[in-house]
Every structure is written in structure tokens, then in C-alpha cells.
């Protein structure tokens, strides 16, 4: 069975740093970039960021509201995504999502874990 | 960044009635357009891809036109389970951005 699955999650003071996985089974994880989102509390969907597959570099891509605070790797020995969250801010709070080909036809979307960013 | 502009964001309705979505995108995104349903709770779904194309295994009272700059995402015969939100994204260029989300819900 195709299944993304994140965690890491929960409660942290802002200014604080968070490491959320992604663990993906079923699939050839080398074969596909893996996106970030997140929702907010009763708010509507925010793309994170991505990370290519080795073939094209590995290379990323971030919203301009997590630039310069988040980083996005990926271990293909274990077929996990991170989303690595520095200098976490009150707006961070939110449930956190990883996908495979979130808008095609490999579509595939984790449960969420959720991010609690406290004063 | 390409601003989605999604209409309306709420709507009531029944079962049975057609319901009509759109999305207007400020710029061009030829048709990497997706449609999600989100339900309390849960995960998006993948709805319709590539603007037009039928998600495997959704049902096909759910379709989906429009390409460049405005989409449309129409649900027919509307059934009990498609009380939800739905939102758009483009994919064309970074960053992705969402419609702001369209809530269907019983009248």
C-alpha cells in the first residue's frame, strides 16, 4: 500500500526549531520530489515547499513566509522527507502535510501532524 | 506570486442540485489546476488534475474545465458525501497557491 506518513509534531516555544519526517512506503521514493503544506487553524491551504529528486539536483523550493527558516532533505536510504523548522513564529501553528504529486495522477497525501508553536 | 481567486467561498445546497466552483488565476497557468475536496479533519483529496482530468477512483458527477487563467469545477447530482471544502492550486509556478477554499455545505 502507497502511504505517507509525518511525524514529529507538537508543542514548541517560538524562536525554537522542530524536525518534521515524512516515512514513505509502497512506492519508489527515489522517483518522485516530495511537497510540504500546511493549514492552519480553521484556515485554508498553504504550500511549504518542495524537494526534488537527486536526478535534478535535490534541489528546493519555499514559500516566501518559510524562506530562510525552513529546509527541506530527503534520505533516499530510508525513504524519508524532512521538513527542518527553524526560528519557529506563532503563525507556524498548524497541522503539517507531505504528498507525493499532490496536484497528478501519483497523487498521494500523508494524515497531517500538528505544529503548536506557543509564546 | 500568481493570486487564486476562488468563488464563492461559501455556498448552501442540497442533494441532488448542481454546484459550480471557480477559480480565477491572476496570471496564465496553462492547466496545472487542481481541484481538492478537504472534510473535517482529513487530508485533502485529489479531485480533478491537469484542470480537466478525473482523479482515479473519484466519481464522475465531479468535472472540471477551464485552462490559462479561469476553472471551473462542477459537481452534479450532488450526493450526500460532497459536503465539504474545496479549494484549487496551480502548480505552474512557484510558489503554489491555493484558492481560499469554497464551503458546500446543506441548505
Known amino acids: 500500500e502507497v502511504q505517507l506518513v509525518e511525524s514529529g509534531g507538537g508543542l514548541v516555544q517560538s524562536g525554537r526549531s522542530l524536525r518534521l519526517s515524512c516515512t514513505a512506503s509502497?512506492?519508489?521514493?527515489?522517483?518522485?520530489?516530495m511537497t510540504w503544506f500546511r493549514q492552519a487553524p480553521g484556515k485554508g491551504l498553504e504550500w511549504v515547499g518542495l524537494?526534488?529528486?537527486?536526478?535534478?539536483?535535490?534541489?528546493?523550493e519555499f514559500a516566501t513566509s518559510v524562506k530562510g527558516r525552513f529546509t527541506i532533505s530527503r534520505d533516499d536510504s530510508k525513504s524519508i522527507a524532512y521538513l527542518q523548522m527553524n526560528s519557529l513564529k506563532i503563525e507556524d501553528t498548524a497541522v503539517y502535510y507531505c504528498?507525493?504529486?499532490?496536484?497528478?495522477?501519483?497523487?498521494?497525501w500523508g494524515q497531517g501532524t500538528l505544529v503548536t508553536v506557543s509564546s | 506570486a500568481i493570486q487564486m481567486t476562488q468563488s464563492p467561498s461559501s455556498l448552501s445546497t442540497s442533494v441532488g442540485d448542481r454546484v459550480t466552483i471557480t477559480c480565477r488565476a491572476s496570471?496564465?497557468?496553462?492547466?496545472?489546476l487542481g481541484w481538492f475536496q478537504q472534510k473535517p479533519g482529513k487530508a485533502p483529496k485529489l479531485l480533478i488534475y491537469?484542470?480537466?482530468t478525473l482523479q482515479s477512483g473519484v466519481p464522475s458527477r465531479v468535472s472540471g474545465s477551464g485552462s490559462g487563467t479561469d476553472f471551473t469545477l462542477t459537481i452534479s447530482g450532488l450526493q450526500a458525501e460532497d459536503f465539504a471544502t474545496y479549494y484549487c492550486?496551480?502548480?505552474?509556478?512557484?510558489?503554489?497557491?491555493f484558492g481560499q477554499g469554497t464551503k458546500v455545505e446543506i441548505k
Open positions: 504528498a507525493r504529486d499532490p496536484a497528478g495522477w501519483h497523487s498521494v
Open positions: 509502497g512506492f519508489t521514493f527515489t522517483d518522485y520530489p
Open positions: 524537494i526534488r529528486i537527486r536526478a535534478y539536483g535535490g534541489t528546493t
Open positions: 496570471q496564465g497557468v496553462l492547466n496545472h
Open positions: 491537469a484542470a480537466s
Open positions: 492550486l496551480q502548480d505552474y509556478s512557484y510558489p503554489w497557491t
